[in-house]
Each structure stands twice: as structure tokens, then as C-alpha cells.
């Protein structure tokens, strides 16, 4: 079939032929056409980009916002000579050290033949002046642009994030042709997570330019479809009385609401203010934040992994329950520790003297770590890992703030995998109290409380409630999803819950003092350990510096009735829960359901 | 029309004047050096059209360099052995297309990816080398010219494949693959009857394809059937890339100098229309010097097919020719304004790495199939 190779080798030449044909119809008898066209190439097609969604609080308080600015803008590909123009812009509009530092370090980050800006915030006289000398600086020009702005600054910063300009790695990852002309995309929090619907799509406009590109009509457009606003369930009064509520403290609140899985406040401390980070925050400002020892970018609601210490014990308890490991009416003797068959080492209880005979829900009140150890060691750590995955931890939450981390539930596996290493039976008692390698984050305790108040119903968190098209009236409600936690028998919820309610409102509770005759709480304290306590020596918060204080603790739902929000609250190197984080957890009950002041209570609470 | 390609006879001594390294090696000389300067020159393209990029041109060599080593270790395998693994290769590939459409990963509204954890790669780009393994395979398993039922199997080993990738949808790769079974029947003697039976089909079944086509896809046929229709999206490719071409005249406008290239009115200008960078640049003599150096490749391995020592290897050296054309005409074709836009790039020469490996394993396929030839006669 060698005749077949040569009659195929004849289909080639012809079609080449043809191409030939074409090449030079189009490069010899069409060439002075095609030159003309070529030399003033008077028709551009310019991308128009869509307007960034707003964001708006469950209440419609605006949160995001879009601003006119004009900016000069250099494209440094088309500058010759870029000193000498840098230069002469200078004197014609004055600006500072800051501007340039900022120029140099975007114009490394440049998308190529895109414009980086030099100045920002042009007034009108800046852009009239330069416009008259325009024709002195090709490849420099004054752009008109919606700036990103957040009217509440640092109040929102963590949980909405902020957008910043398209940096060369970004451009990697998004659809480029959809971003022309779009300068600004999500960096972080809810603008980032929400980006594709914030964004929108690119319009057109086909223009005519003369020579020197400035444009002199147009000819056809097509309008962009502008990106969607959000409404969110984050209420930014309740933002606010989080904010304030944890004062001066380094920490972060997170409040739900059960029955939706909304995030009504998400305060991460301290924070920043976001508005300097749109158009590009000097070098100098950028270091002083990320090298501050309080780290205050660092969004500790969704970011920062802590051991939730006694927080957990509702649901180790409740974990017991369901697997009939524990029954809530068998009591358990505490003498102040536990010993594993055949070993020596004593595994202490934060009371010394011990808390006798308790049962499931003076082990909760009382926080007797006796009785959690006892619980944890005859579950053993996969059935115990695994119930508390249903509850969201160990794993994210999926929550649509970009960033979050997933926190830790440890395992034989993940032991073995990580740290070459067998698992020993003393880890899964320390697991059982929330402490050693267990981490989860304040969203993570926080989302875990709201499912326990719904009894089961278990909700992934989210922040943004729906979308709405811009001068639409309709609203698209985003989809909640949810999953059931199974307990078995129901009253196993009760049981919990009702050793909860006691934290709060029973006399030996060890958050009784932030009671209200309002509504009624139920919650949980607790106490991460910052500083290991060796085996003899005794805790000593006197002695240790504050970065070395326990962490502390508080998870809550109220009212128990009828639960409308869940709470969690941690004050890093606070000390104890139910002193420190306890209150701050109230005030923002009593912003969302309203409440009486704070009772003054002396302080009688003990243990965590 | 009909060319008369050198057919030699087995064992004549054309290779005693060849180096001993490339015997060794098992290389094809002219395919070595007409690869050589063709990569050498899509270099130099390139970092013009990518504004003198040097990261992109490093890159490209570095891809360059990976795509030579798998052509070089094709070269080796002696062409029983490709024989006996064209059903599993193309087996896998399938299997894999599968797995694409389940679990890939979607990059610019398609799903082409598959993520083996360590790096991704496009499957589809194996099923260009194993469609038309699987049909010589095939066709070669009894005597030429190929029955009936034979070739209806080709056609369905062929069509499974193109209509996975078509579904992706990537309509520039499994118009390649279809092309790929497709010669692979033509060099193995798919009869004039057929042929003709098959053009009629086709002519018939297009308005059927019109319907089955994807929005995007209806919008490049009727914007190439009419340019100015859509000048904002996909017609400015065209009528932007033509300018490109056509204003660069007989010699172009110098390498580095193209106004349209450089002035960002030509689109993709170092991917896929690349060629445009060529025409205004380089002028007509740089595209001809550019089509002559493909000619030269297309020859060569249909050359290699005539003289191939088995049916299998004929065919196979054969379709792979024809496919290496195909790229070749289709994306000459989409740039100059003879063809609607597919996103098929100017084989080694557009920036980019998933085809380039395929392609110089296509080559190191061809290699194995002449280098091998000697020792089959003892």
C-alpha cells in the first residue's frame, strides 16, 4: 500500500498549495490594504469591566462600597525612559516617598502592559493639569476607577476580607479574557470566597482612536452584566458588641445562628483596617503589621487552631452517650486522677482533692476531668474521632471565608503518618479533654455549639445568606447545608443540655456569674493549656509570663428554650473561661437577645 | 496527481554514510535535523512574540528538551513491541478519558485535566498516538486491503475516543484524533468506494453536527463565515491576525519589529496564533521557509511509511504524518482565515507543553519504525 503514502503525499502539496494561495492573496496583492490598516489601527476593542457587588449586613447597613478615584497610571512596557518620566511627573503633581515605594514593589508584581499606578486620589485640578501635558508622556495616563471601600474598616477586615490588584500569580489562575480591564479581585475573607459573583462579567466597547490613542467615539458596545451584591446574616451591631466586648484582649468571637447556620458576628482581634490594603499599603505599614507580635492579619475565628480544652466535654459526653459507653444516671468516683490499668502514671484532675461520685452532668458542671478521661479510654480513640468529625471538627468547616483551617482531631493514623509513631492509650484520655494535639478553631467550637443546640441538626456555616443582581428586586437565597448528628436515644440531647444549662445557671456552676434573668444560657467553659504543668509541679499563673497564661475558653447557646444564636469565645492568655471569656460571650447574647446588665457577682466560680 | 515516493528496497546501504552515533541511537537523521531547526526557529518566534520574554523562551526549551528525551526513548522500542502494547496504551487512554469526565478538573469552562496527585496531565493527548496505534493494530492483523467489518471496527475505535474529548469539550484535539483514525484507514487501503461513501455521509450528517455543537463552537463557524459580524469576540482573532500577516508583506517588518504584534492587537499572539507573529515579522518568505521545513517533515515520515518493512508500521508512520500535517493546515488555516478558530497550535513552534511531547513522541514512533527496519530481515 506504498501508493497510498504518495497519494496522501499529494493531498499535502495541495492543500499547502492552497495555503500558499491564501498567503499570498493576503501578504502580496492585499499587502498595501493590510499596511494601512496596520499603521492606524484606529478601531480598539476595549474591555469595559463590570462594577464589584456591594456587601450589605443582615440589616442593610452597607459594608463594602465602591468609590470614583482617579489614579496616574504608568505602563511601563511602552515608558523608554522611565526615570526621566517618573521625574517629570513629579514635579507636575507632587507626591511622596510612599507613592514611589508603592510603585516600585507593583510594578514587580506587574501584569505585563498593564498599567501600575503612581498616584492615587488625583483631585481635579491634577487630572486637568496633566491632561493639558498628556501628549509629553506616552504610555502614561490618568484612569478613572471604582476604589473597593469599607465604611466599618477594621470592624469587618477579618471576616470580609479586601480586594487588592491582580498580582502575576493570580492572573494564573483566573479566566483572563473575563478580567480585562478588571484591576482588583478578592485577597481574602468573603470577597475572596465570593469573588466569582462579586465580580461579574467583562462588557465590550469598540472604539475609534486616533493616532495618538486617545479615543474618539464609539462605535458598538456591549454592556458588562455587573457582579452580584451580598447580603449577609452578619449583623454589624452585633459585630460591633463583639468587637467591643472582647476590649483589649487578643481573641475571637464567633456567634451563629442555629436555626440557619449563619454567622451573625465573626470578630477576630486585633484587627487592621483594610481601606489602605485596596490601592496598596506601603512596605513600611505592610511589616509593621505582619511582624507585630499580636499578629493582628492573622484571623484567629477561622485561622487560629487552638486545644478547646473543657469546651468539648458536652460532646465527649455526648459521644459517650450515644455509643452506650456511659449511662448519665451511673456515677463515677474522681479521687483527683486516673490511672490506666497497670501503669503507674497519674493522669491529674484540675481539682487536686478530687470531685468524688459524679455522674455525666456534675462531670460537666464540675468539669471533671476524671470522669472524661474514664469515658474516653473505654470509647478508644477511633469511635471518638469519628463522632467528633459529625460535629465539624477535625476537618473545615467549609465556611465561605477563604483561608480557613481545619483544625485537629488526632488519630492512630494520623500519628503513624505524621510522626512515625504509635498511638498510646494516655493520648486518647488527653484528646477526651480537649487538650495534647486536639485543635479546632473558634468557627469550628462555635458551629459545633449551634448543631448541639439544634439537637443534631448540623448546619455548615456560612456568611453570606443571599445574592441579588443590582437594581433587581429579586433575591437568590443561597442553599444551607446541613447534616444530622446521630445520638440514638433523643433524651441523650436533654441530658447534655441540661448539664450545660447548669454551667451557667446552677449554684456550683463555673459560669454562673454571668446568669441573667432575661433568658437562660447554656454553655461550657474551658482552659487550653498555653504551658505544659509537669507531673509534681503546680500550676502557678503568677509566675509565668502572659504569653504563657492559658487560653481561655467559652462556648454558649441561648436562650435553651429556643436557641437564636450560639456563641464561642476564646481570649488568648486569658486564664480562666468562665471569668474572662464567659462575660464577653454574654454581652453578645445580650446584644442579640437583649438582656439586663451583667450581674455583679463576686468572683466564686473555681476550676475552669 | 501522483507522487512517486523513494522506495528502496530492504537492505540497501543507505545508512553506511550515516554517523554511528544516530545508527546507535536509532535516530532518523533528516527528521533529527528538520526538527532541529524547526524548534530552533519556534524559539526565536517566541521571544518576539512574547516580548522578549527570556522566562518564557527558557521554559519552552526546558519542555523542548523533555519532548526529546520521550522521542529518543520511543526510538528504541522496536516496533513488535509497539505493536503488542497499542491495545492496553489505548485501553488506558480510554479508561482515562473516563476518569477525566468524572474527576478532572475544569480549567477555562473545560475539563480536560486529570490530576495524578504529583502533576496533571491531559489525557486526550495520549489517544493522538493511540487512536492510530489501535487502527494499524487492527488493519494489520490480516492481509490489506482491510474488510468491511474491519473497518467499521477502525471507525468505532476511533469514534469512542473523539466523542469523549468532544464532550469536554476540546473540538481542536478530537478533530485530531478523528483525523488520526481516519489516515490511519487511508494509508492502510480504505477503499475508493468507501471514501466516496463517507464524503457523501459527512455532507449529510453536518447539519445534524450543527445542532449537536456546543454555543461557543456555532459562534466560531458563523463568525469565520463572516468575520465582521462579531468584531468584539471571536471575528477580532481573525480580522486582527490577518492584518498581522498581510501587512507584513513579502519580507516583513524585521524579527522584534511587528507593530500588531507588539502593540497587543493580536490575541494569543504567542500561543496559538503565533503564526501571525511569523507572517508580520518575517513576511511571506519567512512563512514559506516555515511551511517548507513542515513539507520536509511530512515527507520524511511518509517516506517511512513506503518504505516501512510491516503493514502495521506503515500505516502507523503513515497516519502519524498525515496528523502532524493536520495540526500543521489547521492551524495555518485558523490564522490566515481559511479555517473557523480551533484551538489547535502551530505544532513546536506555539508556546505551550502537553502537544509538544506528543508530537516528538509521534516522531520518536517514526523513528523506531525506520531504525529498526535492518534488523527485521535477519
Redesign the interface.
Known sequence: ??V???????V?????S???V???R???H??E???V???D?R???QPVPPTRGLIYDARGILLADNHPSFSLEITV?KVEDLPATIEALSTMIPGDGKDLARFERLKRQRV??EGVPLRSNLTPEEVARFSVDSYRFPGVGVRAELIRTYPKGVLTAHVLGYVGRINAEEMTRI?VSDYAGTHFIGKGGVEKAHEDALHGHVG?Q?VEVNARGRVLRTL?S?APVPGRDLHLFLDAGLQQAANDALGDNRGAVVAIDPRTGGVLAMVSKPGFDPNPFVEGITQADYHALLYSPDKPLFDRAVRGQYPPGSTVKPFVGLAGLASGVVDARKTKYCPGFFQLPGQSHRYRCWRRGGHGSVALEQAVVQSCDVYFYDLAYRMGIERLQGFLGEFGFGARTGIDVAGELGGLVPSREWKERTRKQPWYPGETLIVGIGQGAFLATPLQLAAATAALANRGRFIQPRVVRAYQVPGSPEIEELPARAHPVEVGDPHHWDQVIRAMTEVVEGARGTAKRIQTSAYRIAGKTGTAQVFSVGQKESYNAARLNKEMHDHALFIAFAPVEDPRIAVAVIVENGGHGGAVAAPVARQVMDARLGGGSLLAREETADGD | ?????P?RSLGSDQNETESRLLTRLHLDAPLMIGLLILCGFGLLVLYSAS?Q?LGSVRRQLVRLGIAFGFMIALAQVHPARLRSWSPPVYGLGVLMLVAVLLFGDVG??AQRWLDLGFMRFQPSEILKLAVPMMVAWLLAARP??PSLLRVLGAAVLTLIPMLLIAKQPDLGTAILVAAAGA?AL????LSWRLILAIAVGAAAAAPMLWYGMRDYQRQRVLTFLDPESD??GSG?HIIQS?????????FGKGWLNG??SH???LPERHTDFILAVV?EEL??AG??AL?MLY?FL??RG??I???ASD?YG?ILA?AL??VF?VYV?VN??MV???LPVVGVPLPLVSYGGTSVVTLMAGFGLMMSIQTHRKALQF
Open positions: 500500500m506504498a497510498r503514502a504518495s497519494l496522501a503525499a499529494a499535502v502539496l495541495l492543500a499547502m492552497l495555503l500558499v491564501r498567503l499570498v493576503l501578504q502580496v492585499q499587502h490594504h493590510y499596511s490598516l496596520s499603521r489601527n478601531v480598539k476593542v512596557e505585563r502592559f479566566d465590550y469598540q458598538e456591549k | 496527481m501522483a507522487i512517486r515516493l522506495v516580548n520574554d477555562k469552562g490489506l486491503p489516515a487511508f494509508i492502510g487501503g468584531p468584539l477580532y490577518q492584518i498581522a500577516i498581510g501587512s507584513g508583506g513579502l507593530t500588531q502593540l497587543e492587537f507572517g513576511g511571506l512563512i514559506l511551511l513539507l511530512i515527507y511518509l517516506v511509511a513506503a518504505n503493514a506503515r503513515g504524518s498525515l500535517f493546515f495555518t488555516g490566515t482565515g481559511l
